[in-house]
């Protein structure tokens, strides 16, 4: 769904780097969610904001922040860097709704920390 | 604190056998419980979810509230069913109606 985006698609850095991630939806949703894949641990939930004015921590949140720019923009940074951190990242929106919401994911950001 | 098992990394069937993928969930309240899927070299997307009681591309997946289970199945598997399938749970009080996914499993259908 090329509604959600996400840049750069690949990415390798150093230890100790900061780095962002960006996302952007042009579905106009409000919800929108940071996550890590790694295998056999699934998708785990790193930060997510229901709106401008809101931003929440996730299960494993801890090196991470955000920022939520405008509706449609959602970042997320490493301050520094760590070789654990090395993930594929999926950004997410959805539309909210008691048992209607879908989330709609981005294509994901290979991300290797050295 | 809500949680989502799905036993099987990987689960290799031949075409036209059933297939069934087990998702187990813990949660005190009332849930709410999604399939999504991945195939290969496309996005996570979502495949069913229990409040429609919708069949789509032939699987079926019923919420056993007895035994906080979310089984997905299909009768005849398709070699385009070949995909990750993961659970995920939506929870409404204490957990700010995020969702929680399991770890995923792997389908593989031989031919």
């Known amino acids: 769904d090329a509604d959600v985006t996400q840049t750069p698609r690949n990415r390798i850095t150093k230890t100790g780097k900061r780095i962002m991630l960006e996302c952007s939806q042009t579905?106009?949703?409000?919800?929108m969610y940071w996550y890590r894949q790694d295998p056999g641990l699934g998708l785990r939930l790193i930060y997510y904001s229901f709106d401008v004015k809101d931003i929440n921590k996730g299960e494993i949140s801890d090196g991470y922040s955000v920022s939520r720019q405008a509706q449609a923009k959602f970042s997320l940074s490493l301050e520094s860097a760590i070789p654990n951190q090395t993930a594929l990242y999926f950004c997410?929106?959805?539309?909210?709704?008691?048992?209607?919401?879908?989330?709609?994911f981005g294509p994901g950001t290979r991300l290797l920390v050295l | 604190a809500q949680r989502v098992t799905q036993p099987e990394k990987l689960l290799s069937v031949f075409k036209g056998a059933p297939v069934e993928l087990k998702c187990n969930y813990s949660y005190s309240g009332s849930p709410e419980l999604f399939w999504y899927v991945q195939y290969s070299r496309q996005r996570l997307q979502l495949l069913l979810r229990?409040?429609s009681r919708e069949s789509i591309k032939g699987f079926t997946a019923d919420l056993n509230k007895g035994e906080t289970s979310f089984h997905l199945k299909k009768p005849f598997a398709q070699e385009e069913d070949s995909a990750m399938y993961y659970c995920a749970l939506r929870g409404l009080t204490g957990g700010g109606n995020k969702l929680t996914f399991g770890t995923g499993t792997q389908l593989k259908v031989e031919l």
């Open positions: 229990h409040i």
């Open positions: 579905k106009g949703h409000d919800r």
């Open positions: 997410a929106t959805s539309d909210g709704g008691q048992g209607l919401e879908t989330q709609y």
